[in-house]
């Protein structure tokens, strides 16, 4: 299916409210602690019964330096020798991890997050592949998907040709803006030759892909001045883009606090930036995947996408449908059969929890029957912008239009106004539509359904 998609202002502005991003179905939100280590140990056996392959995922919690507009779990800190006592405990977790897997079970696909993954040294990098490689068997043929994230402060051409020697083959960049007004704003100063060094040394080390992070709605951004920077970007030519929308939440994250709302560009600016990327994405080539993403049509996401395999996950975008996913670090997230767990996401709980022998899994959700349909509905939605209903009703055994039938008259303004089409056999997003692909999947959500005042989620554009 092609994926075109267009900007319609008037439309974005009547739609314009918050909802969740559906990294997950059900979202974090409605995790909780009667999910604990013994319904995590269970997920994991009967997870084993399947064979399926395996991901997992590392969260590095420490930055160097804080970003002011930064929503992530991270800890903001110099102080270098946190690493060594944070490694020492990720170690005893994939032990403990491990022991619940089959060990015949493929892990394909891999990541490390943050935070800030390079804030490890080059030996510490080496020494978590080889402890992760002890416990659990990768794929040794670079077959796999093992991607990190990567602060061109934080890396040059020497850390890159390690990491591919350790096995990563594919990166993402975290740039934002290369205006030099911007990154004094945000606190994050990083020239252009630091993101070049290390993407011209993705290229000559053989990474199967890059991928580039910007943000807009940043303080003192002007539809040229960020048209600057994605020209940059453009040049170097990267598969993948990310072009996030700064929601400024200065009561929910401190950092933000130090951003000045007048240093900020109205709504209206935002908006053009966002009209102005996409005309020139679109102009140069890029596909876009949903939800922020941009990738060039022979990049797997979009060769997936068109095949119809794309998945999302907490990652964001994924063609790893398949795995089981172990979350490995302080606060991360695993999804290991129909459960979510969540590791402890304050440091000395997470210490605390490992060094008393105990699996750090402290809440989650078990998902019921009505949850996997749910998932699966909105799965489909927002990586392939379309559902055949039949093959819904067929696979879960419901008559689909009795099932979603309060679903259906919420999505009756926006087939009127040409966001979506909905006919017996499927429900088609239309290029008008792809922008405001959440607010879709929330007619599908039934968790929001049920809530009362402020959600808590970011603004959907
Ligand atoms: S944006 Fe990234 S590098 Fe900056 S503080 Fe947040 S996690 Fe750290």
Redesign the pocket.
């Known amino acids: 299916m092609e994926q075109g998609v267009s900007f319609d202002l008037d439309l974005i502005r009547r739609y314009d409210q918050s909802g969740p991003r559906y990294t997950s179905y059900p979202t974090a939100v409605e995790f909780d602690e009667s999910f604990n280590q013994a319904a995590y140990q269970a997920a994991c056996a009967r997870s084993n019964a399947s064979g399926r392959p395996l991901s997992l995922y590392f969260h590095i919690p420490f930055?160097?330096?804080?970003?002011f507009?930064?929503?992530?779990n991270?800890i903001?800190t110099k102080d270098r020798s946190l690493a060594p006592p944070y490694l020492a405990r990720v170690y005893r977790e994939l032990e403990m991890q491990a022991a619940l897997f089959d060990k015949s079970r493929v892990v394909e696909q891999l990541h490390w997050g943050?935070?800030?993954p390079t804030f490890l040294s080059h030996d510490q990098m080496i020494e978590l592949m080889e402890v992760t490689r002890r416990h659990f068997t990768l794929t040794d043929d670079d077959s796999g998907e093992f991607s990190i994230?990567i602060?061109p402060r934080e890396a040059d051409a020497s850390t890159v040709k390690l990491l591919r020697q350790i096995g990563f083959n594919r990166m993402s960049l975290?740039v934002?803006d290369f205006d030099e007004r911007v990154q004094a704003a945000v606190n994050?100063f990083q020239t252009e030759a630091q993101t070049m060094t290390v993407l011209e040394a993705a290229l000559a080390e053989g990474f199967r892909s890059t991928s580039i992070d910007l943000i807009y709605g940043l303080p003192f951004q002007s539809v040229e001045s960020f048209m600057k920077t994605l020209e940059r970007v453009i040049e170097v030519n990267p598969q993948r883009l990310s072009v996030f929308n700064y929601a400024h939440l200065p009561e929910r994250f401190k950092?933000q606090r130090r951003i000045s709302e007048t240093d900020l560009p109205t709504a209206q600016v935002k908006l053009d930036i966002l009209q102005s990327t996409i005309a020139r994405l679109t102009e140069a080539g890029y596909v876009f995947i949903g939800m922020d993403h941009f990738a060039r049509p022979d990049d797997e996401l979009a060769v997936a996408q068109r095949a119809g395999t794309l998945y999302r996950n907490f990652q964001g975008y994924s063609t790893h449908a398949h795995c089981d996913l172990i979350g490995i670090g302080v606060t991360s997230i695993g999804m290991i059969d129909n459960t979510y767990g969540q590791n402890r996401r304050e440091l000395n709980e997470y210490y605390a929890d490992i060094d008393a022998g105990r699996l750090p899994v402290f809440r989650g959700l078990e998902l019921n029957r009505d949850d996997l349909i749910r998932r699966d509905v909105i799965t489909r939605l927002i990586c392939h912008f379309q559902l055949d209903k039949a093959a819904i009703a067929e696979k879960w055994d419901i008559a689909f239009d009795e099932y979603f039938a309060d679903s259906l008259v919420k999505l009756t303004g926006m087939e009127d106004d040409g966001l979506v089409t909905i006919d017996a056999d499927h429900i088609r997003i239309q290029a008008r539509g792809r922008l405001l692909v959440r607010n879709i999947c929330m007619a599908f959500d039934a968790y929001l359904a049920t809530k009362t005042g402020p959600i808590g989620f970011s603004k959907v554009i």
């Open positions: 930055c160097d330096t804080v970003c507009y930064c929503a992530c991270k903001a943050g935070g800030t994230e602060d975290g934002q994050r950092p």
